[in-house]
């Protein structure tokens, strides 16, 4: 039997080293009156928690190490009701000479105060952090001037993770790397991130000079990823010049980091009025991805900061109401440039030199092949109709690609679709929205003849919520464990109440009764392997 194992992230790896620590690390319960203090006790292993209150001194960390094993963590107590306020001229965290770091679980309120970032790894070129996961905080109110900045790294970073963070209303969301390519971001993860209504980038990650020589930077191959998050932008103007939701730079153009890449798979981006949804050069793959709502376009791929586009995939992207769908000018003529298995429906589909199978229409035309192709978030709904057209898919020149069969939900490319889903009728997973993108349904063995798929509702659920599409015949138990792993609630098949008529099975209030709202992954086990998974959100 051969089990498929994806999302071999950093993020999952985070998650099995933290599960790791020392029994012996201490818990130091901080207040706006001694945080600081407590601050400069954090050793190896140890856990600064915030109570709730108005922290008003900042937080400077500089020399805040934890180890492989033995990560440090600087969290909220209370989920957000930890409030780091801005101050005039001062970062509200700054992050220096730090590894092994974890911030979770605060809100960032910048106060309207322009010209400071709410988190920022700053220094010189000699300053360096690596190993920092940024993990489920709130970022508000740095909206007084594009200049200020959500997330920022302006020294060499590596094997950042940044996941499951809302920026909302900030100058530029995400800024990674400096303005003059001289400070790098390299190897990082951007997952799972809500970013809303910026007044410029919702992200950028700069374009690299020459690899620095600081201890660990990483020499070989490597890509950064940038998967399943949410970026969306408003009507609002700036003065400094219309932006793009995203910009990827390109890489250095000499010695390490010349073959690095990004990969850009699972995102929902969103309105742009006036400037394209997503710019990019140097390697970079772009799939799985839904594209909505730009005057200007989906995709352009062109010569920024003397980089061109050289290697670039572009494939299983669904794309509508846009001015162009993809547009590739000028690249590297000894690089592959590969526009495939697309949905298409543009003023414009595609202006490239060359393009293989992909479908293609004008923006009247999406509805003969998604379900309802609306540019209204509450209706939109991408989904390929049923019947629609195949594509020919060799997915074998995209094997670099660490999910290139997973679609926009992450399910197993078992039916090859032109866009970003694969499947027809009715969509099984997240719908698109202005929130935190849910996961849909994973198959995790091909070999196994599943002939039904799984169903909760409703989700989010409150009192109860029920599984439809079920054969008990498969199914050994059902779980449910939390972000972190654990297991919460567990049926095995004989504690099952299947009702045949419906092919469902009822998880009822009585059991649900002493959990917490929050973010739960619920798994079907067979009597062989992993089943399926499925995010459920449960708001009592």
């Known amino acids: 039997m051969i ?6 992230s950093i993020f999952s790896i985070i998650l099995i080293l933290f599960n790791c620590l020392s029994l012996h690390a201490t818990t130091y319960s901080a207040n706006p009156s001694n945080y600081l203090s407590l601050r400069d006790n954090l050793v190896a292993g140890d856990t600064l928690l915030l109570t709730s209150g108005n922290y008003t001194n900042g937080l400077r960390l500089n020399g805040i190490n934890g180890t492989p094993e033995k990560w440090i963590v600087i969290k909220s107590e209370s989920l957000h009701e930890t409030v780091l306020l801005g101050r005039d001229g001062s970062n509200t965290m700054d992050i220096t000479n730090c590894s092994y770091l974890k911030i979770e679980g ?8 322009p010209y400071i970032d709410a988190i920022k790894a700053s220094g010189s070129a000699s300053n360096w952090a690596h190993h920092i996961w940024i993990h489920n905080n709130i970022i508000t109110r740095h909206d007084s001037d594009q200049q200020t900045v959500g997330i920022s790294t302006k020294i060499p970073c590596w094997d950042w993770t940044i996941s499951h963070n809302k920026i909302m209303s900030a100058g530029t969301g995400i800024y990674l790397g400096n303005s003059d390519g001289s400070m790098p971001f390299i190897h990082g993860t951007i997952e799972y991130n809500l970013i809303l209504n910026p ?19 990483p020499k070989t191959k490597s890509s950064t990823m940038v998967r399943h998050n949410v970026f969306a932008k408003n009507e609002r103007p700036s003065s400094d010049g219309a932006r793009p939701n995203v ?49 200007s376009g989906a995709m352009n791929f062109q010569r920024h900061n003397s980089r061109d ?99 926009f939900n992450g399910n197993q490319m078992t039916i090859s679709k032109y866009g970003a889903y694969s499947g027809e009728g009715i969509n099984p997973g997240w719908k698109p929205a202005l929130d935190i993108k849910g996961s849909g349904v994973t198959s995790v063995d091909e070999k196994i003849d599943i002939k039904s798929d799984i169903f909760v509702c ?37 504690e099952l109440k299947f009702n045949e008529a419906y092919n469902s099975i009822k998880i009822g209030k009585e059991n649900l009764s002493e959990l917490c709202n929050g973010i739960y992954i619920l798994r079907v086990n067979s009597k062989r392997i992993l089943f399926k998974n499925v995010i459920i959100q449960i708001l009592k």
């Open 3 to 8: 089990i498929y194992l994806k999302y071999n």
């Open 247 to 295: 910009l990827f730079g390109g890489q250095t153009l000499n010695g390490a980091g010349t073959d690095d890449r990004v990969e850009c798979y699972g995102n929902f981006f969103y309105n742009n009025p006036r400037e394209f949804l997503l710019q990019a050069t140097g390697n970079v793959s772009v799939h799985h991805n839904i594209f909505v709502n730009s005057s």
């Open 458 to 494: 409703p989700n989010p659920a409150q009192d109860d919520f029920t599984i439809s599409g079920i054969n008990t015949d498969e199914i050994a138990s059902i779980a449910l464990s939390d972000v972190l792993g654990n297991e919460v609630l567990k049926f095995n098949q004989s």
């Open 309 to 407: 586009p050289k290697e670039v995939f572009i494939y299983n992207n669904s794309i509508n109401n846009v001015g162009t769908g993809v547009s590739i000018t000028n690249p590297v003529k000894t690089e592959k440039q590969i526009i495939l298995a697309n949905a298409i429906f543009a003023n414009i589909p595609i202006n490239a030199q060359s393009a293989a199978d992909n479908l293609t229409g004008l923006i009247n035309d999406a509805d003969s092949y998604f379900n309802y192709p609306s540019s209204i978030i509450e209706e939109m709904d991408f989904y390929p109709r049923t019947g629609t057209p195949k594509a020919s898919v060799d997915y074998l020149f995209m094997e670099k690609d660490i999910d290139y069969d997973l679609d």
């Open 106 to 113: 605060i809100k960032f309120d910048g106060q309207m105060i």
């Open 199 to 217: 007044v410029g980038y919702c992200m950028q990650i700069k374009h690299q000079n020459d690899r620095l020589d600081l201890p660990g930077i």
